[in-house]
Structures are given as structure tokens and as C-alpha cells.
């Protein structure tokens, strides 16, 4: 891709998804995502209905009339996008591949955490880490990072979600806003997920197309597994390879929820030609 043309898709992507979290995305993603805490900001005069929790004593016997604290929330945040680059996100059957529309969330999501004046770091993985953006503000970084997931090549196909959120723990020391976007064609991450889930806030975003499903009976198929480029021929007229790709499937969608619920982690599953726009902000209002 030539840089015309790179900057022409990151320009398209900044106007669809900046316009999402300006009119939709900020309000929620700051309701749904407090701050660390409460820092104090001022005194002012107790009003009916105040908190006598919070009235300043001193300052009261000063003025003789109650006065009270006024704290405001310390809300800068650490967002991390943690995105899988691996093979299998290069599927789509439908107008739009899995890392288009993860690439589009992404950067929603970038947006909104700069519209409430966070930090954004991003680590690419596959089963290695591919790339690690540190943490920073600024549109120009969100722009970087919208940069990277359209043209990074990686450098492996396969996929482990345990080293990556190892990865995490490593360089992330403070509590911090997670998203991990994949299709989770892994297993073997539930121990490693629950030590990250209980120090930062974790979600986990799966992004997958209806044909990962079923499969529709087309007779004798020729398939390539995207993550290990291994050929197969696979008769689907056959109701039991039909019935066991399925059942596979189902296996481990299930494994993903039941390792991110039980590690007090959040859940949200988006198929490629389903509005995220939706999902995103049913799952803000649920949390909120």
C-alpha cells in the first residue's frame, strides 16, 4: 500500500470513528470508566442535600456557617488495545474482514479515551508480541496507532493470547482500561487471564464471521487453516464433518466466555456484518 493511499484509509477511518466517539462513545466510556479516585478541588458553602460527610470542620468554625469539601474525580486512565494480527484475522465472507472491523473498534475506542483526555498504548500480537506502542495522549498517536493496524505485517500467523496478556503484566504496573480483540482461536490462557484480571479492568472483544459457525455443505472443499497455512480436503456434504466443525466451534466460544467471566472479565461478541456501533454501546450502558 502506498502512503497516498495508507493515509487516505486512515483519514476515512479517523472521520467515521472520531464522529462515533464524539456524539456517542464519550459520554458512556467516561460513565463506564471512572477514575482512579477522588482528589480535593475546593470549599464552598453546605446547600441543602450536601453530604455532611464532606464538611470542612475548620474552615466552618472560621465562618461560623457550615462550609463542605468539593473533590473532583481523578480521571486520567490508561487505555491498552491489545489486538490479535494473527492469520485468521485476514478471514471475512461477508463485505468486510475481521481486522477491518477490529481496526474500526480500535480506533473507536482510541478516540473516546482521548476525548476524556487518557492514554492509549497498543500491543500487536500473534503468538509473539509484534508491537508494543507505550501509552501517550494526542490525536498524532491515535493516528499512529490507526497507521499500524491497517499496514502491519506480521511476522507469524498463529495466535497466543497467554503471552501477550504476560506481556501486559510486564509493562503495565498501574490498573489499566484492557481490550483484547481477537477470535480467540486459542486455548490455554484462563490462569495467565485471571492473575491480569485482577489488576487491571479487562474485555474481551471477540470479533468473528458467521462462517466459523457452520459450515454450508459445498461437497468436496479444499480449506487452508489461516494460522497454519496446513491444506485440507474436507468433504461437506458429510452432516458428521458438518456437525464436528460446529461443535468445535462451539467449544471454544465457550471456553473464551467461561475464561473471561470467571476471571471477572467483560464479554462482548461482535460478528463482521453486525453493527459494533451497537454492541459497544449496549455493553458501555450495561456497565455503567
Not at 41 to 55: H, L, T
Not at 89 to 112: C, D, P, W, Y
Amino acid at each position: 500500500m502506498d502512503t497516498k493511499e495508507l493515509l487516505k484509509k486512515v483519514r476515512k477511518i479517523e472521520i467515521k470513528t472520531r464522529r462515533l466517539s464524539d456524539h456517542m462513545f464519550g459520554g458512556e466510556y467516561h460513565s463506564t470508566f471512572k477514575g482512579r479516585g477522588m482528589t480535593f478541588s475546593e470549599v464552598r458553602q453546605y446547600q441543602f442535600g450536601d453530604d455532611v460527610r464532606n464538611i470542612d470542620w475548620n474552615v466552618t468554625a472560621r465562618y461560623n456557617e457550615p462550609y463542605i469539601k468539593v473533590f473532583e474525580e481523578e480521571r486520567e486512565l490508561t487505555m491498552m488495545l491489545m489486538v490479535d494480527i494473527s492469520g485468521s484475522e485476514l478471514f471475512g465472507t461477508t463485505n468486510q474482514f475481521k481486522n477491518e472491523i477490529v481496526t474500526e473498534i480500535s480506533a473507536t475506542l482510541a478516540f473516546s479515551a482521548l476525548q476524556n483526555n487518557d492514554k492509549v498504548g497498543v500491543i500487536l500480537f500473534s503468538d509473539q508480541i509484534e508491537l508494543f506502542i507505550p501509552p501517550k495522549k494526542g490525536k498524532t498517536h491515535v493516528l499512529r496507532i490507526i497507521r499500524e493496524l491497517i499496514e502491519f505485517k506480521p511476522k507469524s500467523n498463529k495466535t497466543d493470547i497467554a503471552q501477550a496478556l504476560k506481556f501486559l503484566s510486564s509493562i503495565m504496573k498501574k490498573k489499566a482500561i484492557v481490550f483484547v480483540l481477537s477470535d480467540f482461536i486459542d486455548e490455554g490462557y484462563e490462569k495467565t487471564l485471571k492473575i491480569t484480571g485482577n489488576k487491571h479492568d479487562v474485555t474481551g472483544i471477540r470479533i468473528y464471521d458467521e462462517r466459523e459457525e457452520t459450515i454450508p455443505n459445498l461437497g468436496m472443499v479444499q480449506i487452508e487453516d489461516a494460522e497454519t497455512g496446513k491444506l485440507q480436503l474436507i468433504n461437506t456434504k458429510s452432516k458428521k464433518v458438518r456437525n464436528a466443525y460446529a461443535a468445535y466451534n462451539l467449544e471454544r466460544v465457550a471456553y473464551f466466555k467461561e475464561s473471561f467471566t470467571k476471571a471477572g472479565c467483560g464479554v462482548l461478541d461482535c460478528r463482521v456484518d453486525e453493527s459494533y456501533v451497537k454492541k459497544l454501546l449496549g455493553y458501555f450502558k450495561r456497565r455503567g
